[in-house]
């Protein structure tokens, strides 16, 4: 017979772990904000629309592994769901990112609002997204009933964070995106519309 095999990990090491797991999301996500401020010409709006969609698919992910394992299904936040959390901020930004660049596609080519680009630009993309998230699914589904043990809380994460990442980027990150740019012409506006400060000279006598 095969001799036992035991893997313990103390509490220290699992520490350290953990830190270092929020470590790689915290500064996976501070890449991609400027990563994207990069690649659409330092507009901060794409940026803060992504991040925003990324870190809203990373907390919902992780309620619903905690229920997960409040219902007895013996989920826990370790390196294997971290590693998954991981995998959904790389889908979803994948998602957001093809439908940023259909936006800025119709931005240079028509003087339309930027809500209805951005309505156009969801449209277009919408059944590209809805079977790559489909597709996908199914693999994830394959996982889940025959993984097995050792991967079922990585299946379990990612059967959760590819629903919400697809969302994310169609209901968040564009709205998102909107308002920033609603705001910064408010702003500017604004700024138009205040009278000039005349420049005072005072002349001793």
Known sequence: EPFPRFNTVGPQVAGEMKQKAVLALVFSLVAIFFYIWLRFQFNFGYSFGACIALIHDVFITLGAITIMDYCGLGLKVDLTIVAALLTIVGYSLNDTIVVFDRIRE???????????????????????????SLTTLLVVIALLLFGGEVIFGFAAALFVGIGIGTYSSVFIAAPILVEMEEWSHRRAAKKAAQPATPATSGKQA
């Open 106 to 132: 119709h931005m240079g080519t028509s003087g339309r609002k930027l809500a209805d680009l951005v309505n156009m630009a969801i449209n277009q993309t919408l059944s590209r997204t809805t079977l790559t």
